[in-house]
């Protein structure tokens, strides 16, 4: 049975204090700076990383942010819970970033997952009444294992009693950024198909970040799933390189990947895995690599069997193709993480 819906927040009943997960990655940083700029309170709780001295500059970033505290520990350490720095703790409201960074089949259930069970079990416990999750849209065709245990995890969500929203963006910036230096330095546009195969909305981590955090306020946002673009047209592939390539003044040159090309490399890394694990796991990042070359990240409508842009929301103003003139002017390029396709 869900909670009833909130009276609309006012300055005093809108959630103070907020437990964030995940915010060492690059929704998670980007909605820690917002947070602590819109005056909340919150506690990053970041993973141990035994071994190592001193903070990362993003972990030292993320301390000096207004009313942010960071905390070291494991939600599946029960001494942490009981005895730790998250005891008598309670929040307002908890908002999940966290996600594999891998997106192999054991790290994303472990994860996407139980992590984030656990992060709602704990919740439940300390009487957080909210929580948002930062979900993606490809869960709407899952195929994939790291899909499959996001769905779980939000379907566990759904039916936990807190008011939930379950964000679902399109593609994000950095997983549009990977061919810059290529074309930069002469070479081709690598496209699957002929380019139009897909289509997304690019959102910006900041725009992501807006709505993530409007969600805490947001009456409508709440007990909702709520697939997210950012402004503007959808735009393929092949439109991405013909900007790059009018930005940088050069003549647009493509070189098509075959996807008969991607079958054979899953079916070669599906046969060796079989007797390597390792291999295994590299057969699912060639299958998201496909996945991502073949389906939108857009809304799909069910009915009609195709996806639709217009049914697909937009947030935010910054464009993907304004990041890009940025990136050319000498900006620093987004880190992209372990299973950027290229
Ligand atoms: N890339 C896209 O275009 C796209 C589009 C739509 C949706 N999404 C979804 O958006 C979500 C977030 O993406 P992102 O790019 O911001 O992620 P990211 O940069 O890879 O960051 C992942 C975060 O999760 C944390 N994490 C990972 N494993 C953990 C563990 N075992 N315990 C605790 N924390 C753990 C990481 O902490 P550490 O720093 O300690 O590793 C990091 O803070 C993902 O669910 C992704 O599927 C992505």
């Avoid at 959630?15 to 940083?29: E, M």
């Avoid at 970041?46 to 905390?71: H, I, K, V």
């Avoid at 192999?104 to 709602?120: C, F």
């Avoid at 070669?268 to 991502?292: C, F, H, M, S």
Wanted: with cysteine; net charge positive; hydrophobic share 40%.
């Amino acid at each position: 049975m869900p909670a009833p819906e909130p009276a609309a927040p006012t300055a005093a009943t809108r959630p103070q204090r907020i437990l964030l997960l995940g915010a060492t990655g690059t929704i998670g940083s980007a909605t820690a700076r917002l947070l602590s700029q819109k005056g909340f309170h919150l506690v990053c709780l970041l993973r141990p990383r035994p071994g190592t001295t001193g903070r990362t500059p993003l972990e030292q970033e993320l301390n000096s942010l207004a009313g942010t505290t960071l905390l070291y520990g494991e939600l599946s350490d029960a001494e942490f819970l009981s005895n730790g720095a998250l005891k008598n703790e309670t929040f307002d409201a908890v908002i999940s970033c966290m996600a594999s960074r891998t997106g192999s089949p054991k790290d994303a259930w472990r994860v996407d997952y139980q992590a984030n069970k656990l992060a709602l079990q704990f919740a439940q416990a300390a009487g957080v009444r909210q929580f948002v999750l930062l979900s993606a849209i490809c869960v709407q065709k899952p195929l994939l294992t790291f899909q499959k245990a996001k769905l779980a995890f939000e379907e566990t969500l759904m039916q936990s009693g807190l008011v939930y929203s379950i964000v679902r963006p399109t593609a994000f910036f950095k997983s549009l950024s990977g061919q810059l230096e290529r074309v930069k330095s002469g070479k081709p546009f690598l496209l699957f198909g002929d380019g139009t195969l897909t289509a997304c909305k690019p959102i910006s981590d900041d725009d992501l970040a807006d709505y993530l955090v409007g969600c805490l306020t947001e009456a409508s946002r709440h007990h909702r799933i709520l697939p997210i673009g950012g402004p503007g047209p959808a735009i393929t592939p092949l439109q991405q390189g013909e900007y790059l390539f009018h930005l940088l003044g050069k003549k647009p040159q493509f070189k098509r990947v075959p996807l008969g090309l991607m079958d054979f490399i899953i079916a070669v890394l599906d046969l060796a895995g079989k007797i390597l694990p390792r291999l295994a796991d590299k057969a699912e990042l060639a299958r998201i690599g496909r996945y991502y070359a073949t389906e939108s990240m857009l809304v799909w409508d069910a009915q009609a069997k195709r996806y639709d842009a217009d049914k697909t929301p937009n947030h935010g103003s910054q464009t993907l193709f304004g990041a890009y003139e940025a990136w050319l002017k000498g900006e620093k390029l987004p880190e992209r993480g372990d299973h950027a396709v290229f």
